[in-house]
């Protein structure tokens, strides 16, 4: 008797102390949820570390994690558009929640280099972000700190409606999340202070866009359209970051270095590397802005 009073007493406070288990697609997503829900919420995270958020699919263990969630938070990439609906299809009861819901997206602005018709496929590593028109909303949402304001806010809706008792609790670590973006921001503009308005930083794929925006800088890719440079466009882009003092030239684990590392030995700087999707999101664009402001 004693054993089943325990085990029911058991089953009781598990069910009144149960985490909301919530799913997000990328590493950024994860940050901003645990930073809002701490240890009241579970985070499960699709598209792992080292993986395109375009062509991603789902192991077996993390449909099992679509199975069991409360909530699906996403962020408008492409793996989302082609699996949603089969998450939907495992779990009716998950509610889809939006966290880029108020955000004004951008098109995927490329800057035309002379020569754009000389562009090609040849270098290109990988099916990451492949095929962008250039009319394309630019996903990267989260590469601005004014941006990341209104998911966290988002988030903070969803969890507080589905879990009202914790309420202040997630409130607290909002406003706490909010005040760590105030911060990033004020560091960003400090290390930018002596840049002038609309200086360039190469990319290899035009992934910073709102972070340009946000700081009033221009970037320009060297590839375009998803395609990378043939020999003649690279020319003019040696051409280019030599007459505008690029310092670096920035590239993501999803392409290959071959062609930044030929135009950084031409133009004499540095290739470094540095990721959209990298998990210390506030650590990452203060590394950003050092790296452009050559500090």
Do not use: C
């Amino acid at each position: 008797m004693k054993k089943i009073i325990a085990s029911a007493l058991l089953s009781l406070t598990t069910f009144t102390y149960a985490n909301v288990n919530t799913v997000v697609s990328i590493l950024p997503q994860k940050t901003f949820v645990k930073a809002i829900g701490g240890d009241k919420v579970n985070v499960s995270l699709m598209v792992l570390p080292g993986n395109s958020p375009h062509t991603y699919e789902p192991k077996p263990s993390q449909m099992r994690d679509i199975s069991k969630a409360d909530i699906y938070f996403t962020v408008d990439v492409e793996f989302e558009h082609n699996w949603l609906p089969k998450f939907l299809n495992q779990n009716n009861d998950m509610k889809i929640i939006d966290s880029t819901d108020g955000i004004v997206k951008m098109e995927m602005k490329e800057h035309h280099h002379h020569g754009d018709e000389e562009h090609g496929h040849d270098e290109h590593k990988g099916d990451a972000h492949d095929d962008h028109d250039e009319e394309e909303q630019d996903p990267h949402v989260w590469t601005s700190p004014t941006n990341v304001k209104v998911i966290a806010k988002n988030i903070l809706i969803a969890l507080i409606t589905k879990d009202k008792k914790n309420t202040n609790y997630y409130i607290n670590n909002y406003n706490n999340f909010i005040k760590n973006i105030n911060s990033t921001d004020k560091k960003i503009k400090k290390i930018l202070s002596g840049i002038e308005h609309g200086s360039k930083f190469m990319v290899f794929h035009p992934a910073w866009g709102y972070f340009a925006r946000d700081y009033e800088l221009t970037q320009f890719a060297i590839e375009a359209g998803g395609k990378s440079p043939k020999p003649k466009q690279i020319a003019f882009v040696i051409e280019e970051a030599k007459e505008e003092n690029v310092k670096a030239i920035f590239t993501a684990p999803e392409f290959s270095e071959k062609i930044a590392t030929q135009i950084a030995k031409e133009v004499g700087i540095k290739v470094i590397k540095v990721s959209p999707l990298d998990p210390k999101w506030s650590e990452n664009l203060i590394g950003l802005a050092k790296a452009i402001a050559n500090k």
